[in-house]
């Protein structure tokens, strides 16, 4: 008995309760990023944005979560109900199952597995199921057209991220996301950073998340003015707020990912006093912030494209980019003797 307590149980329990501190500190900081991006759109077109609901409007998130469960969902009547009802929980669940394996600090990770990018890479790769499932089970031609639109969409756009991920391992050695941030802590600082060294994939990176998080320009997904309001339309109440849940995370796990991949993850901007007294995890997040005010004021100020004009970006130029700098990275590492031991 004692032996299945200190083997099994205890660590299950310290597992449960990481998981649920981490879920809740999430959740709640999330609220908050999607305050942020409807004031910093606010701020752009010079307008005040969400400020009734608490001080300065921060509490307009929760109010809007209260709206959405207290309201009554409706099921269309020829919808196949169970598939229907399942694709915002699809969506939402693997969003946050993401963070299980992302450092805000050195040791600060629920899971530090040794191929943490590929189970980001996978989880990315099986949300566009929540996204098929929710257009077909409407049965309604328009969330169908929307989600064959979104799957292609983020198809074409997790190709050139794999590529562009690649580069960062050869740099690496690694698929442990904590080693690749550690790869990067040097004496130069943000200097060392794979955002200087591979700076074309930290933008076809950046463009990419956007294309992969249904993100404006490429919000092709939800254009009112051809689709209606895409794969979603049919949905209201709290499977609607689910289906908002689950991008959010994305947009914020995509924030991440680009933070710890070019950015240095949990690093100061430079090894010296007084960068060092401060946190890693007031770093990581600050960065994290940084690419969300980046990706909030894209939305803000950037024309959507056209469908074709997103498929050609992807296919045409990003893809032969991508694949062009992993077959030049490669080089200069072996041909350079720096190629990682």
Same mark, same amino acid.
Do not use: H
């Given at each position: 008995?004692?032996?299945?307590?200190?083997?099994?149980?205890?660590?299950?329990?310290?597992?449960?309760?990481?998981?649920?501190?981490?879920?809740?500190?999430?959740?709640?900081?999330?609220?908050?990023?999607?305050?942020?991006?409807?004031?910093?759109?606010?701020?752009?077109?010079?307008?005040?944005?969400?400020?009734?609901?608490?001080?300065?409007?921060?509490?307009?998130?929760?109010?809007?979560?209260?709206?959405?469960?207290?309201?009554?969902?409706?099921?269309?009547?020829?919808?196949?109900?169970?598939?229907?009802?399942?694709?915002?929980?699809?969506?939402?669940?693997?969003?946050?199952?993401?963070?299980?394996?992302?450092?805000?600090?050195?040791?600060?990770?629920?899971?530090?597995?040794?191929?943490?990018?590929?189970?980001?890479?996978?989880?990315?790769?099986?949300? %566009?199921?929540?996204?098929?499932?929710?257009?077909?089970?409407?049965?309604?031609?328009?969330?169908?057209?929307?989600?064959?639109?979104?799957?292609?969409?983020?198809?074409?756009?997790?190709?050139?991220?794999?590529?562009?991920?690649?580069?960062?391992?050869?740099?690496?050695?690694?698929?442990?996301?904590?080693?690749? %941030?550690?790869?990067?802590?040097?004496?130069?600082?943000?200097?060392?950073?794979?955002?200087?060294?591979?700076?074309?994939?930290?933008?076809?990176?950046?463009?990419?998340?956007?294309?992969?998080?249904?993100?404006?320009?490429?919000?092709?997904?939800?254009?009112?003015?051809?689709?209606?309001?895409?794969?979603?339309?049919?949905?209201?109440?709290?499977?609607?707020?689910?289906?908002?849940?689950?991008?959010?995370?994305?947009?914020?796990?995509?924030?991440?990912?680009?933070?710890?991949?070019?950015?240095?993850?949990?690093?100061?901007?430079?090894?010296?006093?007084?960068?060092?007294?401060?946190?890693?995890?007031?770093?990581?997040?600050?960065?994290?912030?940084?690419?969300?005010?980046?990706?909030?004021?894209?939305?803000?100020?950037?024309?959507?494209?056209?469908?074709?004009?997103?498929?050609?970006?992807?296919?045409?130029?990003?893809?032969?980019?991508?694949?062009?700098?992993?077959?030049?990275?490669?080089?200069?590492?072996?041909?350079?003797?720096?190629?990682?031991?």
């Amino acid at each position: 008995m004692a032996e299945l307590w200190t083997n099994y149980l205890w660590p299950l329990i310290i597992i449960v309760a990481q998981s649920v501190l981490l879920l809740v500190v999430l959740l709640v900081a999330i609220a908050y990023v999607l305050l942020a991006d409807r004031k910093i759109w606010a701020a752009v077109q010079i307008r005040r944005g969400p400020n009734v609901v608490g001080p300065w409007g921060l509490l307009q998130s929760f109010a809007d979560l209260l709206k959405f469960v207290l309201k009554e969902p409706t099921i269309p009547a020829a919808a196949n109900k169970g598939v229907f009802l399942l694709a915002p929980l699809v969506t939402c669940v693997l969003a946050l199952a993401a963070w299980a394996v992302i450092p805000v600090d050195l040791g600060w990770v629920i899971s530090d597995i040794n191929v943490g990018v590929l189970y980001i890479f996978a989880i990315s790769s099986l949300m %566009v199921y929540g996204v098929i499932m929710a257009g077909w089970a409407s049965n309604s031609k328009y969330p169908f057209l929307a989600a064959l639109r979104s799957a292609a969409q983020m198809v074409s756009y997790e190709v050139s991220i794999g590529f562009v991920m690649i580069t960062v391992l050869l740099c690496v050695g690694s698929l442990r996301l904590t080693d690749i %941030v550690e790869a990067q802590n040097s004496s130069w600082g943000l200097f060392g950073w794979y955002w200087l060294w591979l700076f074309p994939m930290f933008i076809v990176f950046f463009i990419s998340a956007l294309a992969e998080t249904n993100r404006p320009p490429f919000d092709l997904v939800e254009a009112e003015s051809e689709l209606v309001a895409g794969f979603m339309v049919e949905y209201g109440s709290t499977p609607y707020m689910m289906f908002m849940l689950g991008e959010y995370v994305a947009i914020a796990t995509m924030c991440a990912m680009t933070t710890i991949m070019f950015l240095g993850g949990y690093l100061p901007p430079f090894p010296i006093v007084p960068f060092t007294w401060i946190p890693g995890v007031i770093w990581f997040s600050l960065k994290a912030l940084l690419v969300f005010f980046m990706f909030a004021m894209v939305k803000a100020f950037v024309p959507r494209y056209r469908y074709d004009q997103l498929m050609r970006l992807g296919w045409k130029v990003f893809l032969p980019l991508s694949l062009a700098m992993v077959a030049i990275v490669a080089a200069v590492l072996q041909f350079g003797g720096l190629a990682p031991k």
